[in-house]
């Protein structure tokens, strides 16, 4: 697998998203500090780090998440699909149909399966039944959770275990036809069965979407990601190919994080 | 030990006023629907009422209640809600939503006389309306606001923030994710508080004294908004204050009869339905 | 990519700048609604300050605050009676009500097993919606004939009108003591019971000393409510415009005389912007009552 990923990456030169010189403050505290990164379309890219390092808050910079927060000032550019979201004109709503994001607690909404899934298409003005009805199947599917849940789609949401809540949150991700999933811890809430679930459902995503993961576990990142960026207090330390990065880091930092000195 | 026995006697004496209050809340129910209830016939519930003889009915003034009631939550609800929405979604930390949530707690405080003589001010004598259903029931909506916007703001508040994260995440606006997702969310406690508000505004009278007036049309039920409209609970007051009538007294026990049987059945309302809503929301089947 | 064909699942074309569109109308509304309620109590006193500060055109704010002469038909306009009424009944109600009220707040809290809290409290949520003229027609057909025996008078007076106000506040301040109770971190009263203290000393030396800002807040409610009820009160206090020599004699107070003289007086004269100079009383007496609470209240986040 790892050989293949390496031929994929340096084929897929189509760069799908791009942060250059973002800091971002909290008030009068900076959190993040000149971040530059670019991310390739169609892989998966982890963020690691130890708690506090910035790697969710770098993630909800990606789809203006942090514009729910009172007190954050931002300053510097993210290009997705070569255009600046933070300039003013942005349309942020349509931003965030492009750029989806999955939670790491699962929040399926206190409604049937079928009205989550269809809710984000409906937002968007799909009304048509028969339309909705094919887009909650296919998401499912996409999702690896149709077969569980195709008899019982009016049923509440809520009565799903864990992992099937956040694969579920997944499917209403896909249902609005997004480019990008951003994914700010999705297993770290679940059980280790359907923790492997959803990891190898994001391997399969990984064909038709650029994936980037926030996860606190090393040996996940080791496992399905392409890329790799280590962050630490706020700033990117590191960030290359996963296989590399992991077995020859260049920053004695990034060796000391995976190796268990600190985090 | 000393304290031994004391706390065996603290402890009768708090059973003492538990049984107490109780006792006094049962005797209470029992004595007015004891010598009301017979008086609760068919005659009685949708006749006309009679100025010198007996025999008088209250069918008008039921039917005002009702509409009054529904007409002052048909202006309350829209602003309540509103505000307490903005709230709860919008304000932001500064001095005018302090200002905004002091008003409507000072609102709350005011003492239905006194709403009652703003109102007669603004309809009866500068709008020079006389009294009216219309002004009665704007200015029982005066009383309805403060609770609606409070809780409205309280069981927005208690919508958990993950919904609207992953709302926003979707691509919705603010409006769609209150309308699809915060506020149905948020109905049980919406109909919860408008059941209270609704009892308040059933059993007002010191309001619509002065507003509403203490006669009923001659044509029931008078949808007309500008006919003056006497309530069950204003008929009560009057007919003792003022009643002419000899079975004055009876008439006040069926009335206060009728109106106790009125907020039992509302509280009832409340139960069922904010309960069957709870089940259907987290998806318990039992 | 998710979508199942291009031409079916399109949205119809402007939906997104209209629901753009609606989002900013809303929000306009939502504030307009806020804007509007707040209006609310500044026009009130506005216009009940207005109406009743034209009283002392006629009347010195001297004779109106501390006359005990109320005549009318003689030019005297003096309110001390009602002022005092309004606090001597609202004083005998608190006097009876409080200490029941927080008594069965204890036992609601920390005494009362599941199924009797079960019973209690819908129990004492259902007297709060009871309309205050039930409330008067008991005290008439009940506590006034009573009266009337013990005292060998009419009956009337400041005694049924306490009793009948205590009873209706009494749920306001339990539920308000129950909560404030119930809310006190457990770790207090693993404290006290971990020193070897029973339970009704802890009750008396930790819980009730606790929660006293949140009772405090109950039984200034309560005492709100009991200034500002009118028919209650008006159907038994017998509405003689007198000071009251004892608890068995008649008299009135702010609210009832409002209700008693407003319905025969002529808009503009003296007597009726008197009566709006009352229930200016009664209305700054109220909103000072919420400034209370509030301070009350903050004191307690300290």
């Known amino acids: 697998m790892t050989q293949a990923t390496v031929q994929e990456t340096t084929q897929a030169t189509q760069e799908k998203l791009r942060v250059q010189h973002l800091n971002l403050f909290y008030g009068d505290n900076q959190a993040l500090h000149d971040i530059n990164l670019s991310v390739p379309a169609g892989s998966i890219t982890a963020f690691i780090g130890p708690s506090g390092c910035g790697k969710s808050t770098l993630l909800r910079t990606l789809n203006r998440m942090n514009d729910l927060i009172p007190g954050v000032k931002i300053d510097g550019e993210v290009l997705v699909d070569n255009h600046n979201i933070y300039a003013p004109d942005t349309d942020i709503v349509h931003l965030r149909k492009h750029v989806g994001m999955v939670f790491q607690r699962p929040n399926p909404f206190p409604m049937s399966i079928y009205d989550n899934i269809a809710y984000g298409p409906r937002i968007h003005g799909i009304k048509k039944k028969r339309v909705l009805d094919e887009i909650v199947e296919k998401s499912l599917q996409q999702a690896a959770l149709w077969n569980e849940v195709k008899d019982r789609l009016n049923k509440s949401a809520m009565g799903l275990s864990g992992g099937q809540q956040q694969r579920l949150c997944i499917a209403r991700l896909l249902a609005v036809d997004p480019d990008v999933l951003l994914m700010d811890e999705p297993t770290s809430a679940l059980d280790p069965i359907s923790t492997l679930k959803v990891e190898e459902l994001t391997q399969e995503l990984k064909e038709k979407y650029t994936i980037i993961m926030v996860t606190h576990n090393m040996q996940q990142a080791a496992r399905i990601s392409d890329t790799t960026a280590f962050f630490l207090n706020g700033v990117m330390v590191e960030h290359g190919e996963t296989d590399r990065l992991f077995t020859n880091p260049t920053d004695q930092r990034t060796e000391d994080y995976i190796t268990g000195r600190f985090g | 030990m000393k304290s031994k026995a004391t706390d065996r006697l603290a402890t009768a004496f708090f059973w003492g006023i538990g049984l107490l209050i109780l006792f006094i809340l049962v005797w209470f129910l029992w004595h007015i629907l004891g010598a009301g209830v017979p008086h609760l016939s068919w005659d009685f519930i949708a006749g006309e009422p009679e100025e010198m003889i007996e025999g008088g009915g209250v069918g008008p003034q039921l039917f005002n209640s009702f509409y009054l009631l529904f007409l002052s939550l048909l202006f309350s609800i829209p602003f309540g809600i509103g505000a307490g929405v903005w709230l709860s979604e919008y304000a932001k930390k500064n001095w005018f939503t302090d200002l905004v949530r002091i008003s409507t707690e000072m609102l709350a405080s005011v003492p239905s006389i006194v709403f009652g003589l703003f109102g007669m001010l603004l309809f009866v004598t500068v709008f020079g309306f006389g009294f009216t259903i219309l002004g009665g029931a704007l200015t029982l909506s005066l009383l309805n606001l403060p609770v609606l916007v409070r809780v409205t703001e309280e069981t927005l508040r208690a919508v958990p923030t993950s919904y609207r994260e992953a709302s926003a995440a979707l691509g919705a606006t603010k409006w769609q994710t209150i309308r699809k997702v915060l506020i149905p969310s948020a109905l049980p406690g919406l109909v919860t508080g408008v059941t209270l508000v609704a009892g308040r505004a059933l059993g007002e009278s010191a309001i619509l004294i002065f507003t509403a007036g203490v006669t009923v049309s001659r044509f029931a039920p008078d949808l007309n908004l500008f006919a003056s409209g006497e309530t069950l609970s204003v008929h009560l007051w009057y007919v003792r204050a003022e009643g002419l009538v000899p079975d004055a007294m009876q008439i006040a026990e069926g009335t206060a009869a009728l109106l106790v049987l009125v907020v039992l059945a509302l509280n009832l309302l409340i139960a069922i339905p904010s309960r069957l809503m709870q089940r259907k929301m987290t998806g318990k089947s039992s | ?302």
Do not use: C, H
């Open chain 3, 1 to 302: 990519m998710a979508v199942p064909n291009q031409e079916g699942n399109a949205a119809a074309p402007g939906f997104n700048k209209g629901r753009m569109f609606n989002d900013k109308l809303m929000r306009w509304l939502f504030v307009g609604s806020a804007i509007l309620v707040s209006l609310i109590i500044f026009s009130i006193i506005l216009f009940v300050g207005k109406q009743g500060v034209l009283t002392f055109q006629d009347v010195s704010p001297l004779e109106f605050f501390f006359s005990t002469d109320w005549s009318p038909s003689k030019d005297q306009y003096g309110a001390l009676t009602f002022i005092l009424g309004t606090f001597i009944v609202t004083a005998v109600a608190l006097v009876l009500a409080v200490p029941l009220a927080v008594g069965g707040a204890v036992f609601m809290a920390k005494i009362a097993p599941n199924w009797m809290r079960e019973i209690m409290r819908p129990a004492t949520d259902l007297f709060v919606g009871i309309p205050s003229v039930v409330y008067g027609l008991v005290g008439l057909t009940v506590f006034v004939p009573f009266f009337a025996k013990v005292f060998g008078s009419a009956g009337f007076g400041v005694m049924p009108a306490a009793i009948i106000l205590a009873i209706m506040i009494l749920p306001t301040i339990l539920s308000v003591s129950e909560d404030a109770i119930r809310t006190l971190p457990g770790a207090l009263e693993e404290a006290s019971y971990a020193l070897g203290a029973t339970r009704w000393q802890t009750i008396r030396k930790v819980l009730l000393p606790a929660a006293t800002p949140g009772i405090l807040t109950g039984v200034i409610l309560g005492m709100g409510r009991a200034i500002g009820e009118a028919m209650a009160v008006q159907m038994v206090i017998g509405n003689a415009p007198i000071l009251p020599t004892g608890l068995a004699q008649p008299t009135s107070v702010l609210t009832t005389q409002i209700v008693q003289e407003m319905p025969n007086s002529i808009f503009g004269t003296t007597t009726n912007n008197a009566l709006f100079l009352m229930s200016l009383v009664l209305l700054l007496v109220s909103l000072s009552l919420i400034l209370i609470i509030r301070l009350v209240a903050r004191r307690r986040e300290a």
